[in-house]
């Protein structure tokens, strides 16, 4: 790893990693999996190449799972705070990255929405709501 490297952590700062641009992709998915994954409307990955990806700490406290019946999802969490990390994708050479675990800008922007048909029925754009820079006032 070089010094182009951005580093990223679990809720709890245990499951640390550095991972390298270029990344291959930077999308947000609204399908039900990712919902229920992510407890939200949508999820926010990124992909890169497993050479590109590095565990910087932590890796022996990784839940790893793999959805039974499902070709390709996982998600893979910390023991200690239940919150997701990157898991290794099970059909490419690739890691897929939560961008929410990020500590530093990735420096690219997504450019995709999957799954857009299968979004939930709440889901609102932001330009739509009132926005406060914290809390409501
Ligand atoms: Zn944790
Ligand atoms: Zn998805």
């Not at 990344?23 to 992510?38: E, I, M, N, V």
């Not at 992909?47 to 990806?53: D, E, N």
């Not at 990020?102 to 739509?128: M, T």
Request: net charge neutral; aromatic share 10%.
């Amino acid at each position: 790893m070089n010094d182009a490297a951005i580093n990223g952590s679990c809720l709890c700062g245990s499951v640390t990693f550095a991972v390298t641009p270029p990344f291959s992709a930077f999308r947000y998915c609204h399908c039900s999996r990712c919902r229920k994954a992510s407890g939200s409307a949508h999820a926010a990955n990124l992909v890169l190449p497993r050479t590109q990806f590095e565990w910087r700490t932590g890796e022996a406290s990784v839940k790893r799972f793999d959805l039974p019946g499902s070709e390709r999802f996982s998600l893979w969490t910390c023991t200690h705070c239940g919150g997701r990390v990157p898991h290794e994708m099970r059909t490419t050479e690739n890691v897929l990255v939560p961008a929410g675990l990020l500590d530093e800008d990735p420096g690219i922007r997504p450019r995709h929405c999957n799954f857009w048909d299968s979004k939930a029925p709440w889901y609102v754009e932001p330009q739509q709501m009132e926005i406060f820079s914290e809390y409501p006032t």
